[in-house]
């Protein structure tokens, strides 16, 4: 798993827009970022595909990704991906609260919400003057070509403005989220549940209110509605067990890297799944240093599900990060030939060839993994790399100047677009995209 504390994007032009997100809370402009995890997404995009399709949204459009902050709260800013911050899922006991509030934040997007306070955004001379711009994060839709995310605020009533629903938006999303998770077959008790994590916060001061109850209101009111609605369309729904055993698994992994490796190895018996104990084990042991039964651990995985990508991807994680290179190469080979469109994956499995020398072998597989999903900034540094040890050094800037950008620093993305301006042949498409990150450049220049 990695922590990227930036929000790239797939489209350079969208830099225009771009600044850095600030995501709730008491203290200010404190930045946040996304942890990355091929496991993850695919587990959170196993438990969402039902309830999106019910929406009327394509799962392989609508990525679920998870922020790195511990308090509970979900969001949108666009119309192409769902945050949940990792503190509400630790916080969740079924796959239905997961799914319950998947089912709200994209009736948000289905009921247009976000289109028009984009709209409305666009033409905020106050939102504007606050020096400020929400930017719609999407995900990759396969192409690479799609837009990837980034909203940034320094001023918290601002962003407060902008995430923050009304009660009305609040209850058309709630009526269409329980019909959407009765279509999909999912109990509607689930949101039920997901709201009662917050009763009794509505009394708090609002600084110690989690980040969610100032952004959903809620009410009695909305409480009450929210038990009409699943009696109204709800049916008690009977187990999903796909769901479960992906929902065990998030939250296994998620838990074991955000909690401490004891806490972890005491309750490795929570999980009714003997795979899912065994990567937790795996995670913990890794986080002690303690490479030898991390490696046994999720040996005896890999052994229960062999031909899971994402088990021998974590082997990878392990051995690269210990410095076996070699055998990193292995791990990851085999979890690239069994999930060749993975671009996290991918690019893991880049990072090792790289780190073993074999820089021919590993310059394609990073282009690859680039041309899926542009938002993985250790990507994008190796792809530099690479292009710069084959000698294609306006690549390499232009690369460099990307990666700059999508972590929000475009003065120095200016500096390596002009470069890599100068290297590329003119009018080239690799010379286009460097003059998209100069004028984002210039432009975040006039703004300050």
């Known amino acids: 798993m990695t922590f990227h504390r930036v929000f790239p994007l797939a489209s350079i032009p969208a830099l225009l827009l771009a600044l ?25 995009e196993q438990v969402g595909a039902p309830v999106l399709r019910a929406a009327g949204l394509n799962p392989a459009r609508v990525k679920i990704l998870v922020v790195n ?10 119309n192409d991906a769902i945050f949940i911050h ?50 719609a994060v999407a995900a990759a839709s396969g192409n690479g070509r799609a837009a990837a995310g980034v909203a940034l605020g320094s001023a918290g009533s601002a962003q407060r403005a902008f995430l923050g629903h009304t009660r009305a938006e609040e209850a058309s999303a709630d009526q269409s989220g329980v019909r959407y998770m009765t279509a999909a077959g999912v109990d509607a008790q ?5 709201l009662d994590l917050f009763r009794g916060q509505e009394l708090l001061a609002e600084t110690r209110q989690d980040p969610y109850l100032r952004s959903h209101p809620l009410s009695r009111d909305r409480l009450r509605a929210v038990e009409a609605y699943a009696a109204a369309y709800g049916r008690k729904a009977g187990p999903d067990p796909a769901a479960a055993y992906w929902f065990a698994r998030v939250k296994g992994k998620l838990s074991a890297y955000t909690r401490a490796p004891k806490w972890t190895l005491r309750r490795l ?21 303690r490479t030898k039964q991390a ?32 055998a990193a190469v292995a791990a990851y080979g085999r979890a690239a030939q069994l999930a060749p469109g993975d671009p996290l994956i991918l690019s893991g499995y880049g990072r090792a060839l790289l ?82 990150v100069v004028s984002a450049s210039e432009r975040a220049a006039k703004r300050r």
């Open 20 to 44: 850095i997100v600030t995501m709730g809370a008491t203290q200010g402009a404190r930045a946040a970022g996304l942890l990355r995890d091929a496991d993850l997404e695919h587990g959170l």
């Open 295 to 326: 490696l046994g651990a999720i040996d005896r995985a890999i052994a229960v599900r062999p031909g899971d990508p994402f088990l021998h991807d974590m082997r990878g994680q392990i051995l690269i990060e210990t410095r076996n290179f070699g």
């Open 190 to 194: 689930g949101l039920r549940d997901v």
């Open 69 to 78: 902050d511990s308090t509970l709260n979900a969001f949108v800013v666009g």
């Open 86 to 135: 990792y503190g509400l899922i630790n916080r969740m006991d079924t796959a239905a609260m997961l799914q319950a509030v998947i089912a709200h934040e994209a009736a948000h997007i289905a009921n247009g919400h976000i289109t028009r306070r984009m709209t409305n955004m666009a033409n905020s001379r106050t939102i504007s003057g606050l020096g400020m711009a929400l930017a």
């Open 355 to 436: 780190a073993a020398g074999q820089v021919g072998k590993a310059l394609p597989v990073l282009e690859r993994a680039r041309s899926i999903d542009f938002r993985d900034g250790s990507m994008l540094r190796d792809l530099s790399v690479a292009y710069a040890k084959t000698g294609q050094t306006g690549l390499a800037a232009l690369v460099t100047a990307e990666r700059y950008a999508l972590s929000g620093r475009l003065e120095d993305a200016g500096i390596h677009a002009r470069r890599a301006s100068g290297l590329l042949p003119r009018g080239s498409g690799p010379w286009q995209r460097a003059q998209d």
């Open 269 to 289: 018996g929570d999980s009714p799944y003997a795979d899912v104990r065994l990567l937790r084990e795996a995670v913990a042991e890794h986080r002690q240093s």
